[in-house]
């Protein structure tokens, strides 16, 4: 096992976020969080990217604890994408990318480190708009120079805050399948917060479902989200329909009061 | 998709290409700055209320630094005197007498102060705005300005008194000491408040601007209480100039400027992540409250240098990173070098025109440096469609 996620509590001001959360990502595979709003699905996300650290439990990669890592090397081993992004009005597209190489660079920057760039940007055919600023771009080319960016850092575990919650349909199908192509080619693990159950269906290996911070549901995506989970932890009715592309869950109305 | 990741030439723009072409750009355009800074400090050193050719000049500064040069070595190195001597040529001294006294002993430390201040309160503004992510951020915002006047108008209208006289220190240097402990005092005190509620961007702001405001309200309340003699100095003071230059004072500042300089320009690169966020910049293994402790301590540390021996010089914190970030872009690398020069560029010629323009009468260097300043930046946000150097 490589990545693991042994009893993650957190805490902000005394109130319980996450509790006791466990589970493990192998190599070349995808983990989706799913769950409501608020049920500690971004502070989980955060806390393996090494934004906070946890109140108790331990994550470790391959058996070393990220906490006694250097902030430094930790940074090379977990690229992260926020779910909102930052960026200033005078960047370039192909600067962002480059500082996912933060760690990399000293002060100038190698031919090698430009390579990564080019390669981080032609993953998700995005070249031709290297020289372009932050602002010229659309709101799902901005999110995919964010994911290009973590892809820059050449991670061994991606962590992804609803990566395509800005994207249209078609970027959001673009990307996902760029990243599960990654992650399968790379050997990579990839852990991705979201809120659409049919990605977490199509793409995930695993699906941990949250609710109010305790896991709800850990497993296969067709055995964990069925329309019973999805009525005790979402409190929404749903179906799922299965033809030739796959499994699909569709939900239609909210119980009041939810479960 | 990855099947087709193998990076298509033809239509995709080189990342190396790219990169060079733009710092090459860069680099020349720093190289400009410097020349335009050293070329305006040389003229603005020929001309004044009495003007000196711009033989007498070039030959009132390098007579005078030959004579340095030469006490120096005789006070300090005998040993290599024999070698100065047995340099074939000597600087004459200029024609016109007083050129020298002009020049070396008036002109030129003022004009090192204005280059020093600009420097200082340019990066201090670049750190500032990149730390916090916020376009109006500057010195003024955060308090610090209003801090540093507080303390000078404090030290202005108490007098000297016991203080002065328990550090022993004489009425200019009070001045300067109190200005200078203000500023750094109202940084911390925003640090720390913000501190107490969450390091957020915002809330740090806020608390400058509310700080600020105190301050000012205790700048208002002393003039108000004071008497007219000690008001007019104080108001001097408020107005900001060079007029408190002297060489003492630019070769204390050089030092301190120079080892800011270098101590900010080190976090460029941690700089330039934080432009990606707070969570990003954490990700990336930055450090994010140490360095916004660091960067803004330092920044804060360079501005009050100079502010305390100027008086408040608004504008520059907040426009020349601006006009900057404009044309060379967000990487600190650049920028802050950029801006420092910019800045000492503006407040050069803001001075020298402020000294000339109606000569013998001195005008306040900030009606000028306002407009000055203000036209190029309005200039520049007109024409911004050209925006960058890629």
Known sequence: ?259 | MVQETSPAKSRTISVHRLYKAGSTRRILLIAALAVVVVTSGLLSAGIGTVPVSAQDTLLAIGHSCSVTIQNFLHQYLPAVMPFYNAIPFTVPAPEKPQAELIVVGFRLPRIFLAILTGISLAIAGTVMQGLLRNPLVSPFTLGLSSAASFGAALAIVIGPGIIAGLLLVSYDIFIVVMAFLFGWLSMLLVYWISRSRGTTQSTLILAGVVIGYLFTAGVMALKYITNNEKLRELMVWLMGGMWGASWSAVLLLIPLVLICFFLLERKAWDLNALSAGDDVAKNLGINVSRLRLYGLMISTFAASCCLAFTGIIGFIGLMGPHICRMIIGNDHRYLIPCSALLGAAILLISDTAARTIMSPIEIPVGIIMYVIGGIFFLFLIIRARGRGLY
């Not at chain 1, 031919?111 to 020289?131: C, H, K, T, W």
């Open chain 1, 1 to 259: 096992m490589d990545l693991v996620i042994e009893n993650i509590s957190k805490d902000f001001d005394e109130k319980r976020v996450v509790d006791s959360v466990s589970f493990s990502v192998g190599r070349g595979e995808i983990v989706a969080i799913v769950g409501p709003n608020g049920s500690g699905k971004s502070t989980i996300i955060k806390t393996i990217a090494g934004i906070h650290s946890q109140t108790s439990g331990m994550i470790s990669i391959d058996g070393t604890d990220i906490r006694k890592m250097d902030p430094v090397d930790l940074a090379k081993m977990i690229g992260y994408v926020p779910q909102h992004f930052t960026y200033t009005l005078y960047s370039t597209v192909f600067e962002t990318v480059l500082l996912g190489r933060r760690q990399h660079i000293r002060w100038s920057v190698s031919d090698e480190e430009l390579s990564r760039v080019q390669y981080a940007l032609d993953s998700f055919e995005m070249g031709e708009m290297a020289g372009k600023y932050m602002d010229q771009l659309s709101g799902g080319e901005r999110q995919k120079v964010f994911i290009a960016r973590a892809l820059a850092q050449d991670p061994r575990v991606f962590v992804f805050d609803e990566p395509t919650s800005a994207l249209d349909i078609r970027y959001q199908i673009e990307v996902m399948e760029t990243m599960r192509t990654l992650t399968w080619d790379r050997g990579t693990s990839m852990i991705i917060a979201v809120h659409d159950l049919n990605l977490a269906y199509r793409y995930a290996d695993t699906v941990l479902v949250l609710n109010n911070g305790k896991m709800a549901g850990y497993g296969k995506p067709y055995e964990i989200l069925t329309p019973d989970c999805i009525r005790r932890v979402y409190g929404v009715d749903s179906f799922t329909i299965e033809n030739e592309f796959g499994k699909f869950i569709i939900p239609v109305r909210a119980r009041i009061p939810a479960e």
